[in-house]
C-alpha cells in the first residue's frame, strides 16, 4: 500500500455507524478484505487499523521484550479496548459505546488518513487541535524536517 491520505467528513447515527468514504475504501489494499482493528489511538481519537496493516504491526510488537515493564504498559495501552470491526453489507462500520464515550465522538466525526491508519476524530475537538498546534507548524516542520537532505 503506498499509504492512505485523505480528510473525510462523515455522520455518525445513533447507533454509532458512519458510512466509510468510497474514495478512502478505493485507497485500501485488497489484502485488507474490509476489516480492521479499531483502538484508541496516541491523542483523544480512535485509530482504525486495516486488518493487513494491524497483521503488520502486531507482528513487530511481538517481538518487544514483555520481561522490560515499560514494554508492558505500552503493549497494553496499546492494545486497550481494540475491536475487529468490518464493513457492512451497506458499507458502514459501527464503533462500539465504549469506544465512542472513550474519545467523546459526536455526531460530526472527522477521518483523517495518513500512511497505514485512519484517525477517527470527533470534528470539534479535531479542528480544535490543528488550530491550536498551527502557530507551531513552522517549528514542528523544521524539527521533523529540517533534517532531511535537500537534493537541489
Known sequence: MAGLVGEYEVKMDAKGRFLFPSHLRRQLSPAAQERFMLN???E???TLYPMNEWERISAELSKINLFKPKNRMFYRLFHQGAKDVALDNVGRILIPS???????LSKE?????YNDRIEIWDKAA???????SMDDFADLADE?????ENDE
Do not use: H, T
Not at 98 to 104: P, Y
Not at 126 to 132: L, R
Not at 144 to 148: F, K, T
Open 40 to 42: 484508541k489511538g496516541f
Open 144 to 148: 521533523v524536517m529540517g533534517g532531511l
Open 126 to 132: 479535531y479542528f480544535q487541535m490543528i488550530e491550536a
Open 44 to 46: 483523544n481519537c480512535l
Open 98 to 104: 465504549a469506544l465512542i464515550e472513550r474519545v467523546a
Open 109 to 113: 466525526v472527522m477521518l483523517i488518513a
